[in-house]
């Protein structure tokens, strides 16, 4: 029997990031993994979907050619190659990460990892034979999550489907409704409705992304909205009929019942965790709401036991799950660092106008008890808005007015996930508006909008 220091269940960014840390650390380690290396989000997730919206928004740009004063025969879409641009990004990064285990030296074993009663991990393969066995001082369980649906509404992977089907569909459904607004929900609404599918796109709570400030997520919908997508909140779905041509939707929006007829449906109502048949019970490591219990070390409630990642629970994000994956290994190796923040953590969703954000909004600032000024930077008044021709949107930040401590900030417009991450060290740092307004930042960029929209918190823009 192998023995190790650390055993990582689960190859997706938490998951690797992990081995190569432990590795890098001195630490003998293994990684187990029963699909791709790269896990959900490089194949089947974060990576391919951004192909596919950078794809979509590139043939909005042909169809704007004229604004920027070029004449070009309307473009034709390949759907074929779109898709298959995408899975190619995937499969290249996917034998990244193969290289990366390799060139760290992590021992890769292919088949699912399982906790044994003597905390031994069983390795099964495919058929559900123990391929392997391994002694391991430390366990990282990184598993991930999958899509769940709502009841009435399971997946058929034809006609009802999730984002893994969403990505890969033979042909461009001319139409689809879209049950959920979250990231994924209004990232596939843009990437179909660019390319031309008439698209609906139903949100049960008040507002679509109900995690975002309510003032950038009410201006994506007005976004969407004249895009032509038809965005619903506070719907209800009543009834999911599959005929032999499409699908009869009954749903109810307020108080009036509506009907519709799509191609597809596409469940976007979120995740849970993948955390059946890993052996925990047989530990005693406790579980809640579809997710593994973690402390603050991202340590599970059994000694030695480690879970990251969306397994271990919100903020459900690759990002969060590599760091999580680093701290979880650098804990293990007794090295003194911090806790991560969840607050520091920046949420990124990549439609067109993209969104990004990160700390408190502006009525989780005020609900926490703080006196909070609010400062706003329209791309419209942007030089370098007005000359990209990317005029939508905004950069809203919040801070505590006693102070001028930086407490939060939301983008909405072109490049916002590339731009959160100023505000993102802001935040680590503790920085206040005078630190992010007397910062110099070239001109003429996108990002002088968080510089401006600092100045305008307190009065001192230059530009608005």
Known sequence: ???????????????????????????????????????????????????????????????????????????????????????????????????????????????????????????????????????????????????????????????????????????????????????????????????????????????????????IAAGLAESLAQQGIEVVTEARVEEVKRQKRGIALRYRAGEEQKTRRVERILVATGVQGNIEGLGLEALGIRTRDGAIVVDERMQTSAKGIYAIGDVAGPPLLAHAAAQEGVAAVEFIAGRDRPTLDPRQVPNCIYCQPQVASVGLSESQAREAGYDVKVGRFPFAASGKGQAAGETEGLVKLVFDARYGELLGGAILGAEATELIAELTLALRLEATYEELLLTSHAHPTLSEAVMEAAGQAFGEAINY
């Not at 950078?54 to 909005?60: G, L």
């Not at 004449?71 to 898709?83: F, G, H």
């Not at 990282?140 to 997946?155: C, D, H, M, N």
């Open 1 to 215: 029997m192998a023995a190790y220091d650390v055993v990582v269940i689960g190859g997706g960014p938490g998951g690797y990031s992990a081995a190569i840390r432990a590795r890098q650390l001195g630490l003998k380690t293994a990684l187990i993994e029963d699909a791709e290396l790269g896990g959900t989000c490089l194949n089947w997730g974060c990576i391919p979907t951004k192909a596919l919206l950078k794809q979509a928004e590139v043939y909005q740009l042909f169809l704007r050619a004229d604004e920027f004063g070029l004449r070009v025969d309307k473009p034709a879409v390949d759907w074929d190659a779109v898709i298959g641009r995408s899975r190619q990004v995937a499969a290249q990064l996917s034998k990244g990460v193969a290289y990366l285990m390799q060139k760290n030296q992590v021992e890769v074993f292919a088949g699912r990892g399982r906790l044994t009663p003597s905390r031994q991990i069983a390795v099964e393969d495919a058929e559900g034979e123990v391929a392997a066995e391994l002694d391991a001082a430390h366990v990282v369980l990184a598993t991930g999550a999958r899509p769940k649906s709502i009841p009435g509404v399971e997946f058929d992977g034809e006609r009802i489907i999730a984002s893994r089907e969403a990505m890969v569909v033979a042909e461009q459904p001319a139409s689809l409704a879209i049950i959920g607004a979250g990231a994924i929900g209004v990232e596939f609404a843009y990437f179909y409705r660019a390319f031309g599918s008439k698209v609906l796109l139903l949100e049960a709570l008040p507002q679509i992304l109900p995690r975002e400030d309510e003032e």
